[in-house]
């Protein structure tokens, strides 16, 4: 409802070369949300202490990360991944245990390695949080190829 004063919604060229190889089909615009119910397992808890009886920002981070996924998901080919690489949010307000949080993600941006989202959260009530998220995108054999060595590196060890 009130998200649309509070992204900022940007006109992104797209920063690659003509054949370079991106993310097909995906263009800034693509919007995916997701809604949830804070629940007692949500709330910060440090040591096991309740910190307060409202969603903590793990959480929301969480759901920011899962939303921003959801864009890049029917666009990856055989053989592609994406990783989160980058997130800057804000937690700006509560959401409170059984209240319901609204998560969206906008495509901004778009390039052979790379996928930008704004993300917000948000309650009927009130902006809970607003961010940028950026997705890496890579084949998954070089992702297990350097985890593989990671292994064997820390094996020797």
């Known amino acids: 409802m009130w998200s649309c004063l509070y992204i900022r919604i940007r006109k992104y060229m797209l920063l690659y070369k003509e054949g370079e ?3 097909k089909g995906l263009q800034p615009g693509e919007t995916e ?3 949830i119910v804070v629940q007692d397992d949500m709330r910060p808890t440090f040591d096991g202490n309740v910190v307060h009886d409202v969603m903590s920002t793990v959480t929301m981070i969480y759901y920011m990360e899962k939303v921003g996924r959801h864009v890049i998901l029917p666009y990856l080919e055989e053989g592609e991944e994406g990783a989160g690489y980058e997130i ?7 959401a409170v245990v059984g209240q319901r949080v609204k ?3 906008l495509c901004t941006e778009v390039t052979p390695k790379r996928v930008v989202c704004e993300v917000t959260a948000e309650t009927s009530e009130n902006i809970v949080g607003t961010g940028i998220f950026t997705q890496a ?3 998954k054999e ?3 190829a350097r985890i593989t060595e990671l292994r064997q590196t820390i094996a020797q060890k």
């Open 33 to 35: 949300t997701l809604e």
């Open 21 to 23: 190889e991106r993310v």
């Open 142 to 144: 070089k992702m297990e």
């Open 103 to 105: 998560f969206t993600a």
């Open 88 to 94: 800057q949010v804000k937690h700006i307000g509560p």
């Open 137 to 139: 995108i890579f084949k």
